[in-house]
DNA sequence: TTTACTTGTGCAATCGATTGCATAAATAAT
DNA sequence: ATTATTTATGCAATCGATTGCACAAGTAAA
């Protein structure tokens, strides 16, 4: 079988003996359209099996219905569930969503910005890179007047929509809950990396500790990068070092697991002699023995919210973001590796 | 400041006092244009700050650079995996990748096809859901002379190239390692739905005993939907029925974890009194414990392969897919799960 | 020197839809 | 009955790049 010339709206017009003009206005709802021809021209677009060219009008009109979408990391739990927060809420409104990762390397970042750009979307919601220092990039979106949300990781150097869960307020629960378990000696593994993210996780710490009476002891923070490694080899200082403690508090899941590990190997109870609380509700939180009690940070909520501020953008006149910083609250998941039978 | 207007060929043309037709042949690397000519050309494009207009050139050539991606579930590790896969060698060749999900509702599914026609998408990579039946939406696909790769979940009924795994050979390898650890009555967990995968992961660990001389036993083996709470119910069931068995061959992580986790309960030790293999080497199956031995399915290795079947294809004269079925050979990851330190 | 290619550009149509402006017809206001 | 307004549609330009065909100038072959 031939491949079927698609049909255009010539076709419809040809057809019912009046303009593209027309047929484009009334498969768009202009109200100057009549009833009559209006009814004629969906009918003859049923019949032709008519779909529209949305190149052609991405062209013309300039919007192309297309949102770029720049994570460091698309398979991270995390990242590809915001992905899929704001797949729904794009493809609701008949946006498509392209996908780029920048793998933390600021020059596919720009590469992948510039791509977009090039490809015309009608603006971007992008999670910036580590290592991202300069911005200029993004200021090119912001300078086409195209919206442009930043969600977790995001910089005060732009101004622009950004999304990002109150890291101080999940760390604060976090290290209040073990508190009211009855820790007091409570570890905090947290980042060499000046992240806001992770600063922000230290101070709810910190704060939460003090506000409890309890000093804050320099002795019982350790910083790393937060993988599992990182947290085994901190717990076999502690150990090693008969550092006297009864709580981790990590900023990282992956962390928290590396440290339950050793304390396992070493004889240790959790959360009995240890409590642990980790971060960021990785889906294999649930499935450690015991499970990890957690701070979820709502990827999914995440991706819609950044999609809401990016629609909102979009339809405003200005077409330029209010510089708003949507703050979503965290929530502590207790799961058995912080939940002491008796106080 | 104002937002500058795009330059476009045509600004380029001005300046150089030759026609766009000119510049669009020498930024397309047309044998034709002196030498000369292209090097003010592209001398002129890069002063001028000129980025081309894929839009237009998209509407005249008939090409969008943009490959259309369906998967059921965007925030699943093995979904996610694959869409990296795809996005690390489209990026590579200057291509983009729109992302949809289906959440295995057919209607979505059709949806997504048909927006991703609308889009003009150069081509498809898509996994089919569990509840697709008919597929004249992919018919279409195919009908248009689009390439259409299929992964994971395909289908006999299309004509087109597809990647899947080698789900017999996993299951063989999986359930053959647990016969040399030395287990003889072997249960499995499989799927009630008629899907291929399942049925030729059962078909390995029925060959798999029959060559090793045991007799397959269907009291042995049970059928559900293969999440954590499934794999929790038919542990309850080997355990309540006091039926003799010696190790779990599932054929999901999820419910080998229930498993584990009803076998821990009730006193079993894994792998000791029942040794236990999942399949899909889901992230958490390191982190459970002990951990979980399962069959790696290489999931971006799969995304790259796709997107190559998907390439040859689109440069291929016919842009007809040669309907070769691409089938990985999965890897047994053997963990503590599995491991009997004295047979 | 004449004829035949080759090389490098230009012309103009085209991809398919959108949209500002003009206009004919119908209706309302005076 | 005349003028003003509304309604419905057409005209033609436009978005920006691509491409088949034409053609002038230069080079090679006869």
Redesign the interface.
């Known amino acids: ?1 031939e ?1 079927s010339k698609k049909t255009t709206i010539h076709d419809i017009a040809e057809r019912l003996n009046v303009t593209a003009s027309t047929v484009s206005r009334a498969l768009n709802g202009n109200p100057r359209i009549s009833d009559n021809t209006r009814k004629a021209v969906l009918k003859a677009a049923r019949e032709l099996d008519y ?6 009008s ?2 013309r009109s300039g919007r ?3 949102i770029g979408m720049l994570v460091p ?5 995390f990242f ?2 915001i ?2 927060g704001v ?1 729904e809420v794009a ?1 609701s409104l ?1 946006y ?6 920048s793998n933390e390397i600021f020059e596919n970042e720009e590469n ?1 910005v ?7 979307v009608d603006g971007i919601i992008a999670s910036i890179g580590k290592n991202t220092e300069h911005f200029n990039h993004y200021k090119q979106v912001l ?3 195209l919206p442009l949300v930043l969600f977790d990781r995001t910089t005060p150097k732009l101004q622009t929509g950004q999304v990002v869960i109150d890291d101080y307020q999940g760390a604060y629960m976090a290290t209040t809950h073990l508190i009211e378990q009855g820790c007091e000696r409570i570890v905090h593994f947290t980042s060499e990396r000046k992240i806001d993210i992770y600063k922000e996780r230290y101070r709810g710490y910190v704060n939460a500790l003090q506000d409890h009476g309890i000093e804050p002891n320099h002795s019982l923070v350790f910083s790393g990068n937060l993988q599992l490694e990182d947290g085994r080899k901190h717990a076999e200082q502690l150990i090693q070092g008969k550092v006297d403690f009864d709580a981790i508090f990590s900023a990282s899941d992956y962390a928290a ?1 590396g440290a339950m590990q050793v304390l ?1 190997e070493n004889g240790l109870k959790v959360p009995d002699d240890v409590a642990l609380v980790g971060f960021l509700n ?3 939180t649930s ?3 015991p499970p990890l009690t957690s701070v979820n940070q709502f ?2 909520e995440m991706g819609q919210t950044a999609a809401n501020l990016f629609f909102n953008a979009l339809n405003s006149d200005k077409k330029k973001i209010i510089p708003k910083k949507t703050v979503i609250q965290p929530e502590l998941i207790v799961r058995a590796s912080s939940l002491r039978t008796a106080p």
């Open positions: 079988m491949h779909e529209p060219n949305q190149i052609a991405a062209l192309t219905q297309l990391t698309i398979n991270r739990a590809s569930s992905i899929r797949e493809n008949d498509r969503v392209i996908v780029s990762q992948a510039k791509a977009f750009l090039n490809a015309r300078d086409r007047g697991m396992k990785e889906p294999f499935f450690t023995d990827p999914i």
